[in-house]
Nanobody, 123 residues
């Protein structure tokens, strides 16, 4: 089994940058498809970014060009670099892992989840 722990969230002003991390333990996630999701109060959980074992990446249209997902296998960790942050990016950000290493934006198809890290962007 895999355990995921997010960190690095915080409060930043619009236009600022933040990097959140997802540290995995219990098993190597190098072959997993890894994703970042976010959820704001009263809203549905939404896909933000994903990365395949090959390092192929996918992004939601709302963050394309501003966010970058990456993975460092030696540290068993996935990152999300967030630049030019906007107030609408404010949400609880979750790291998720999918055992079958294929791309999907549906949260129901991910197997492992972290507890989330809060990102708040002020205007």
């Amino acid at each position: 089994q895999v355990q995921l722990v997010e960190s690095g969230g915080g409060l930043v002003q619009a236009g600022g940058s933040l990097r959140v991390s997802c540290a995995a333990s219990g098993r190597s996630i190098s072959s997993y498809f890894m994703g970042w999701f976010r959820q704001a109060p009263g809203k549905e959980r939404e896909f933000v970014a994903g990365i395949h074992r090959s390092t192929w990446t996918a992004y939601a249209d709302s963050v394309k060009g501003r966010f970058t997902i990456s993975r460092e296998n030696a540290k068993n960790t996935v990152y999300l670099q967030m630049n030019n942050l906007k107030p609408e990016d404010t949400a609880l950000y979750y790291c998720a892992g999918r055992y079958e290493p294929s791309y999907t934006t549906r949260w129901q198809e991910y197997d492992y989840w972290g507890q989330g890290t809060q990102v708040t962007v002020s205007s």
